[in-house]
């Protein structure tokens, strides 16, 4: 009688720990969601409106964004249930692409066909990603995994010391002369070594140093930081900068998906309660709200807008991608980011970048969001399947990101996520 009710009591304090869970993480989504729209409504609309951001609220289109939280709300409970590791993508989707461009969508009283194909990327991915196949993973022991891992680093690294050596700019520590550098550095690059750097720096290199920090290997993990730092130093590109930061974050704080999910939510709350802080009473203009708030949540949103109208009368059929343009000739007399920020910024010197959804719609319309929502969903049913290491989350982290403002094929392709899923097969699983 006793061991039943140690475990009906041992129980229920599990349950009432998953709920409380649940509600802290939804409570900060909401209060964020909050911040944001008052970001929009007293910084963004007034500073930035030069860009397009304009202040047209509808009442009517607002409570249908509410409503649909409330419905993500509800049915992300379940996902919260059966996948930690999906539901804590789902929370990071919200946060990164329907939050913001549901602001955009009541706020400037914008067209319904952006947050509808968002709205239907995201119920895409909660029927498919929190499924499980059977796949039976390869184990290796650790010594394997670190020389296939360090070994992939060192060929990948080698032909790009080699071309650069140790021509490093030390300003660019302090975020000085970064524009001079990622230029010469663009300049002297080859295209097959920006491939190379492209999957050190976002993929291989960051897995290697979580992977050594778990096995306790300080000094190799000492070293591949200084990879990292290295290839920061000779191309300037502040990505690298934050993308370790960002994965460092996930393998420190937090024990499991769910809470490292809730540490990001708090600090990115309290960072969102301290930037106009920063802006108002010390650097007296608009400084951090402008490179961290417009350009990291509402920008990408407004130019998939610019893409949806832009596009909602024909399609490129993926002319833009290698291999497709082979079968399809492109109908734009220039790149689509180029006439994007001709079109609607009327500048030349921008490249409009556009995230998976308007990357979807530009190609093949709807049946573009619905190909690349129904793909992007097969492969997290890949990593639900393989019990992923939550010290891991950083780097998935950062691919979510990645598709918010680059088109899917490139992410898939230079941007190394194909490197990802394979890696994961047999190096990043959790331990049972």
């Given at each position: 009688?006793?061991?039943?009710?140690?475990?009906?009591?041992?129980?229920?304090?599990?349950?009432?720990?998953?709920?409380?869970?649940?509600?802290?993480?939804?409570?900060?989504?909401?209060?964020?969601?909050?911040?944001?729209?008052?970001?929009?409504?007293?910084?963004?609309?007034?500073?930035?409106?030069?860009?397009?951001?304009?202040?047209?609220?509808?009442?009517?289109?607002?409570?249908?964004?509410?409503?649909?939280?409330?419905?993500?709300?509800?049915?992300?409970?379940?996902?919260?249930?059966?996948s930690s590791f999906i539901y804590s993508i789902f929370v990071l989707l919200v946060i990164l692409f329907y939050i913001p461009?549901?602001?955009?969508?009541?706020?400037?009283?914008?067209?319904?066909?952006?947050?509808?194909?968002?709205?239907?990327?995201?119920?895409?991915?909660?029927?498919?990603?929190?499924?499980?196949?059977?796949?039976?993973?390869?184990?290796?022991?650790?010594?394997?995994?670190?020389?296939?891992?360090?070994?992939?680093?060192?060929?990948?690294?080698?032909?790009?010391?080699?071309?650069?050596?140790?021509?490093?700019?030390?300003?660019?520590?302090?975020?000085?002369?970064?524009?001079?550098?990622?230029?010469?550095?663009?300049?002297?690059?080859?295209?097959?070594?920006?491939?190379?750097?492209?999957?050190?720096?976002?993929?291989?290199?960051?897995?290697?140093?979580?992977?050594?920090?778990?096995?306790?290997?300080?000094?190799?993990?000492?070293?591949?930081?200084?990879?990292?730092?290295?290839?920061?130093?000779?191309?300037?590109?502040?990505?690298?900068?934050?993308?370790?930061?960002?994965?460092?974050?996930?393998?420190?704080?937090?024990?499991?998906?769910?809470?490292?999910?809730?540490?990001?939510?708090?600090?990115?709350?309290?960072?969102?309660?301290?930037?106009?802080?920063?802006?108002?009473?010390?650097?007296?203009?608009?400084?951090?709200?402008?490179?961290?708030?417009?350009?990291?949540?509402?920008?990408?949103?407004?130019?998939?807008?610019?893409?949806?109208?832009?596009?909602?009368?024909?399609?490129?059929?993926?002319?833009?991608?290698?291999?497709?343009?082979?079968?399809?000739?492109?109908?734009?007399?220039?790149?689509?980011?180029?006439?994007?920020?001709?079109?609607?910024?009327?500048?030349?010197?921008?490249?409009?970048?556009?995230?998976?959804?308007?990357?979807?719609?530009?190609?093949?319309?709807?049946?573009?969001?619905?190909?690349?929502?129904?793909?992007?969903?097969?492969?997290?049913?890949?990593?639900?399947?393989?019990?992923?290491?939550?010290?891991?989350?950083?780097?998935?982290?950062?691919?979510?990101?990645?598709?918010?403002?680059?088109?899917?094929?490139?992410?898939?392709?230079?941007?190394?996520?194909?490197?990802?899923?394979?890696?994961?097969?047999?190096?990043?699983?959790?331990?049972?």
């Amino acid at each position: 009688m006793i061991k039943k009710y140690n475990s009906s009591f041992s129980y229920d304090n599990f349950s009432l720990k998953v709920e409380k869970e649940f509600a802290l993480i939804s409570a900060f989504v909401l209060l964020i969601n909050l911040f944001l729209e008052a970001y929009y409504f007293v910084f963004i609309s007034n500073h930035f409106n030069y860009l397009g951001f304009k202040l047209d609220f509808s009442i009517v289109k607002y409570l249908e964004t509410k409503l649909l939280l409330f419905l993500f709300f509800i049915y992300s409970l379940h996902l919260f249930k059966k996948s930690s590791f999906i539901y804590s993508i789902f929370v990071l989707l919200v946060i990164l692409f329907y939050i913001p461009i549901s602001i955009l969508y009541s706020f400037m009283d914008s067209i319904g066909d952006p947050i509808y194909s968002v709205t239907f990327f995201l119920t895409i991915y909660t029927l498919i990603a929190p499924k499980k196949i059977n796949i039976k993973t390869i184990c290796l022991s650790a010594q394997n995994k670190f020389l296939i891992l360090f070994g992939m680093a060192l060929i990948l690294v080698i032909p790009i010391f080699l071309n650069f050596g140790w021509n490093i700019n030390l300003k660019t520590l302090f975020f000085n002369e970064i524009y001079e550098t990622r230029a010469l550095f663009s300049k002297n690059l080859s295209t097959i070594q920006d491939y190379f750097y492209s999957w050190e720096v976002k993929i291989i290199i960051p897995i290697l140093l979580i992977f050594l920090l778990i096995h306790q290997k300080y000094l190799l993990a000492l070293l591949t930081f200084s990879i990292l730092l290295y290839l920061y130093m000779i191309s300037g590109n502040k990505s690298v900068y934050a993308s370790t930061i960002v994965v460092l974050f996930f393998y420190f704080f937090g024990q499991d998906f769910s809470t490292k999910t809730r540490y990001f939510l708090q600090l990115l709350f309290f960072g969102l309660i301290l930037i106009p802080l920063v802006d108002i009473y010390y650097i007296k203009n608009v400084f951090f709200s402008g490179i961290f708030v417009m350009r990291v949540f509402f920008f990408p949103s407004l130019l998939t807008y610019c893409y949806f109208d832009y596009f909602s009368n024909f399609s490129l059929y993926l002319s833009e991608h290698s291999f497709f343009n082979v079968f399809f000739q492109s109908p734009l007399e220039m790149k689509s980011a180029l006439l994007i920020s001709k079109v609607y910024f009327n500048t030349n010197d921008m490249y409009a970048n556009n995230g998976i959804i308007s990357d979807g719609y530009m190609n093949m319309g709807y049946i573009g969001v619905l190909m690349f929502s129904v793909v992007f969903s097969s492969i997290f049913l890949f990593f639900n399947s393989i019990r992923i290491d939550p010290r891991y989350y950083g780097i998935f982290f950062i691919s979510i990101f990645f598709l918010l403002s680059i088109p899917f094929f490139t992410v898939l392709i230079s941007g190394g996520l194909w490197l990802l899923i394979i890696l994961s097969f047999f190096i990043m699983q959790k331990r049972i």
